[in-house]
């Protein structure tokens, strides 16, 4: 993601610095005239950047609604929904800037909006100053792109917190998160920072997305507590097909994520879809076969789980090797955040940290070796198609590549080591991070006055939710709905269970459960 359409000295006239000149700078964002503008790779960036937002909207929203219990799917949704649009309003506040703009430090940019609130600032042309990265489209168009990919890097921390975050306290973890860790990872590492001199290859966020999400996603999962028991025990998906709904639009909307990261309508964008596609097929056979292998049996839930790993490990390396290198980043990403979900997790020491959807295993674990992969599989000729003067990687003779890699990762890690608990502690002094206990028994009704599916008949919602809150057995309701199969009226079975449920359920759920 930090390629420029041409090299600065071609485009500056043989200028060279580290920073690009404050006159061409002065007459880029003064500039009313187009002739810098490529249409072509301005629209295809636009629509990576669209397809890219798809991924969230609907596509996260319908993935995590569909992946929870029935009675979770709509703060789970909301979760994701809230997230966007707090993200689009921090970004081009002040987050843009910190990212992406003018060094402040050797991990941030300086905090403003020159490029995104002002009407010169978005007309002119797309410059990132402390990486000297020019592209042929809009600073408008840039900062739109690179909003998309921080709004989904908040988004997954999300998979982790589902079923018992309260929402007050997810409303001030966004935009904390986004300032604190994400911006500091992206400048870092894309911006100009300390990693980008030193020549990290992240080709689309393997590190700076789904290595950070993942970490703070476990660290916070272990700060708010796990789910009630029962939730835990019991917590079948509540609508698989809507699920897979989300993760085929997370597939293919991975197309302008790892396609867009080459700011160019060009063959290195190819390259990049054709390698992203190649590696999650890899990933996700690769995990089926380990399920059939271990289970005795393919889970199409698993599957997804493999297909999300394959689509994180290929991230940074997408343009950069070589469709066989594709293909050994998938089978890796296949079979080891296969075993750390599978096996390592449900060990003793771990497994009372309730990572709902498994985000570590597959964006922190996933991204982990990806960003390695690439420093081992990288080639010179990906690299010098993305303009980097990086010879490769080791399969090149560059072993350093690989030390590079992993000190990113390291201090990517550790951030979100250090910064999560700090925020989530902040957060605590204010507002409660989990729900209390009742509404955790109830979930949406009880969150959001909503339920998710209305598939009620006269007082039938009342029932529903008053047997949540009372715990009836399960058993219970069998024999109810036998006896409803049977002949006996169902109004008579919902008289019965009201009562049964009106003289067990606690007087503050029965006033929750009022529509």
Not at 56 to 70: H, N, Q, R, T
Not at 213 to 230: D, E, F
Request: with cysteine.
């Amino acid at each position: 993601m930090f390629a420029p359409l041409s090299n600065i000295r071609q485009q500056t006239g043989g200028k060279e610095g580290k920073h690009v000149t404050d006159d061409y700078m002065a007459a880029q964002w003064n500039s009313t005239s187009n002739e810098w503008l490529d249409t072509g790779s301005n629209a295809w960036q636009m629509t990576a950047a669209t397809v890219v937002g798809m991924q969230s909207v609907p596509g996260l929203v319908i993935f995590y609604a569909g992946v929870v219990k029935k009675k979770w799917a709509v703060n789970a949704s909301f979760m994701v929904f809230y997230a966007f649009a707090a993200v689009m309003l921090c970004w081009v506040c002040w987050a843009y800037e910190m990212s992406f703009g003018e060094q402040w430090s050797p991990f941030l940019g300086k905090p403003g909006a020159v490029h995104t609130l002002t009407i010169l600032g978005e007309l002119s042309q797309a410059i990132i100053p402390t990486a000297n990265i020019i592209a042929a489209f809009p600073m408008s168009t840039m900062v739109y792109f690179q909003f998309v990919f921080a709004a989904i890097s908040v988004i997954l921390v999300a998979g982790a917190f589902l079923s018992r975050m309260n929402f007050a306290a997810w409303i001030l973890f966004v935009p904390l998160w986004l300032t604190f860790s994400y911006s500091v990872s992206a400048f870092s590492i894309w911006g100009g920072g300390w990693l980008f001199q030193m020549g990290v290859l992240d080709y689309a966020g393997g590190y700076v997305i789904h290595l950070g999400a993942g970490v703070a996603a476990y660290i916070g999962a272990w700060m708010i507590g796990p789910r009630l028991k029962q939730d835990r025990e019991d917590f079948e998906p509540n609508n698989i097909p809507l699920m897979m709904a989300g993760a085929g639009m997370l597939w293919l909307g991975w197309n302008g994520f790892n396609g867009g990261a080459s700011f160019a309508a060009g063959a290195d964008a190819s390259v990049a879809v054709l390698n992203t596609n190649i590696c999650t097929a890899a990933s996700l056979l690769t995990w089926m076969f380990m399920d059939i292998i271990y289970f005795k049996k393919p889970s199409i839930i698993g599957a997804c789980q493999g297909m999300i790993t394959g689509l994180v490990a290929i991230t940074p390396g997408a343009g950069l090797v070589a469709g066989w290198g594709a293909i050994c980043m998938g089978i890796i990403s296949g079979v080891i955040p296969w075993i750390s979900m599978n096996i390592v997790a449900k060990t003793k020491m771990l497994k009372h940290i309730d990572d709902v959807l498994g985000v570590v295993h597959t964006h922190a674990v996933a991204g982990f070796l990806g960003g390695l992969c690439t420093g081992i599989f990288a080639t010179v000729e990906g690299c010098e198609a993305f303009a980097l003067t990086n010879p490769g990687g080791a399969i090149a003779g560059n072993w350093y590549q690989v030390y590079v890699q992993f000190v990113a990762a390291l201090f990517v890690i550790a951030l979100n080591i250090v910064i999560t608990p700090i925020i989530l502690l902040m957060i605590s002094f204010v507002v409660p991070l989990r729900m209390n206990e009742e509404d955790l028994i109830i979930g949406d009704a009880a969150c959001h006055g909503e339920d998710a599916y209305a598939f009620y008949h006269d007082g039938a919602k009342e029932i529903d939710l008053a047997r949540t809150a009372s715990g009836v057995s399960m058993l219970a309701m069998q024999q109810n709905a036998l006896r409803a199969a049977s002949g006996v009226s169902m109004v008579a079975v919902q008289q019965e269970a009201l009562a049964n449920a009106s003289a067990s359920a606690p007087e503050t759920a029965a006033v929750k459960a009022t529509p």
